[in-house]
Every structure is written in structure tokens, then in C-alpha cells.
């Protein structure tokens, strides 16, 4: 989780609850999906490179004439390379934030520390800017930093929270495991069609998987659909376009 042991002090427990606020909060029944963005975000970029990066090199690959041998071998080598790729890639990037969370919230907590009317203060003018009136804003500011400090500032502050935190070992797994599914799908598909039918079957399948791609995020995150689908499907038409061009321009006979 993003703030490791600073979880303690940052997350509200529930189980002190009022019972009312407990069966209102149950009774509203809201279906929200921000909490999904972290892995979902890995997990759509890999699926969708996975499809796109090997069906385009496939086609590519394919274009210049090459043997099935030689289009599956490229296939399965760019899989492996792609997916390693997406975890190493995924990992690094997401522990940068992760790092730079929390030397935030380390400094944050030695201004709490060393100036708490200060970090009121920065509190109340956040609020005031959001709309409450300086003695609501005040009296907010109060309770929440008397509750926990560290939470307040972190998600008000500096926008960090719990929920969106940055966590380097699932967006890695995540990306490198939907990337091979992702990658396996065209690869499947020069194994089941017949050399004459394979440019045009990789094309219109690999779309097929893309759109459908689309639709499951959009699903997942509660995106409208038909924008999800044809943002994954145009780049990824656009994509293998142009590398099938490449193959057929510079390729030799197989």
C-alpha cells in the first residue's frame, strides 16, 4: 500500500462507525471505480500492447514473405522481450512516484511537527477555495487534522490517497501478465490459419481483440463504451498499418 507505516494513522476505521452512518452508506449502494485505476491502467496498456506490438510484428514479419517458423519465432521472442519489457518499464516508472509520495508525506510530517498552526492555516485557505466559508473551512480543518493530520494533508495538500497510490509490484505484474495474454491472441491465430489467409486474419482478429479490449475497460472503469472501443481500435489499425508497410518495403523472399 502507498504509505506503508504511515497506514495506521492515514486510513479511517470503519468500524468505529455510527451504525445510522453504516447502514446509510450501505442503503446508498454507490458503485464507485476510482479504485480500480491503478491496476486497471497496467493492465489495458499491457493487453494493449501485447495485441498491437505482435500482431504488428507478426504482420511485418509476414509481409517480408517469411516462413510461419520465422513469424511465430519473432512472435514468441517479441512476447517475452514485451512482457519483461512492461513489468521492468511498469516498475520503475510507478516506484518513482511511490518514492516521491512518500519523501512528501515524510516532509509533510515534520511540518506538522515543527508549524501545526501553519498546516491549519494551508488547510483552511484549501477549503475556503473549494467553497466553504473561512469559519466552516476552520472548524474542518480542526476536526480532520485532531483526527488524523498526516490523512488530511496528504489528500488535500499534496493529493495523495490510499486509494490512487502508487503500487509498483501490481502495476508491474499486472502489465507484464495482460501484455503475454494480450500477445498470445495473434500468435494463436498464425497457428490456426492457413499462410494465405494470415495477413488479412491477423488484421481483422487482432481489432476484434482490440474492440473487445475497449469494451472491457470501459466496463471496468465505467467508461462509455463506444469511445473505449474505437480509441483502442483505430491506434492499433494505425499501428499495424504501418509495420505490415515496413515488412512488405524492405522485405526478401522466403
Do not use: C
Request: hydrophobic share 50%; net charge neutral; charged share 15%.
Amino acid at each position: 500500500m502507498l504509505y506503508g507505516h504511515w497506514r495506521p494513522i492515514l486510513t479511517v476505521r470503519r468500524r468505529n462507525e455510527p451504525s445510522n452512518a453504516r447502514e446509510e452508506r450501505m442503503r446508498h449502494g454507490e458503485q464507485h471505480r476510482t479504485h480500480r485505476t491503478g491496476w486497471l491502467r497496467a493492465a489495458v496498456l499491457g493487453a494493449n500492447d501485447g495485441i498491437v506490438s505482435t500482431a504488428s510484428l507478426v504482420l511485418g514479419v509476414a509481409a517480408s514473405g517469411a516462413s510461419t517458423r520465422a513469424i511465430l519465432v519473432a512472435g514468441v521472442a517479441g512476447l517475452v522481450a514485451g512482457a519483461m519489457s512492461m513489468a521492468a518499464g511498469e516498475y520503475v516508472s510507478v516506484s518513482s512516484q511511490s518514492d516521491t509520495e512518500r519523501a512528501d508525506l515524510t516532509r509533510e510530517v515534520k511540518e506538522l511537527a515543527a508549524n501545526p498552526e501553519q498546516e491549519h492555516e494551508e488547510l483552511v485557505s484549501i477549503y475556503v477555495r473549494r467553497g466553504l466559508d473561512s469559519t466552516l473551512a476552520s472548524s474542518v480543518a480542526t476536526q480532520l487534522m485532531s483526527h488524523d493530520a498526516l490523512g488530511a494533508h496528504g489528500r488535500d495538500e499534496l493529493g495523495i490517497s490510499d486509494t490512487l497510490a502508487a503500487k509498483p509490484v501490481q502495476a508491474a505484474f499486472a502489465s507484464a501478465g495482460t501484455f503475454a495474454v494480450g500477445a498470445t491472441l495473434p500468435l494463436l491465430m498464425v497457428l490456426m490459419l492457413p499462410n494465405a489467409a494470415l495477413m488479412w486474419g491477423i488484421a481483422v482478429s487482432s481489432l476484434f481483440f482490440l474492440a473487445l479490449l475497449g469494451l472491457l475497460a470501459a466496463s471496468a472503469g465505467g467508461a462509455p463504451a463506444l469511445v473505449s472501443v474505437l480509441r483502442v481500435s483505430f491506434w492499433g489499425a494505425l499501428a499495424m498499418g504501418l509495420t505490415a508497410a515496413v515488412g512488405a518495403l524492405f522485405g526478401v523472399s522466403a
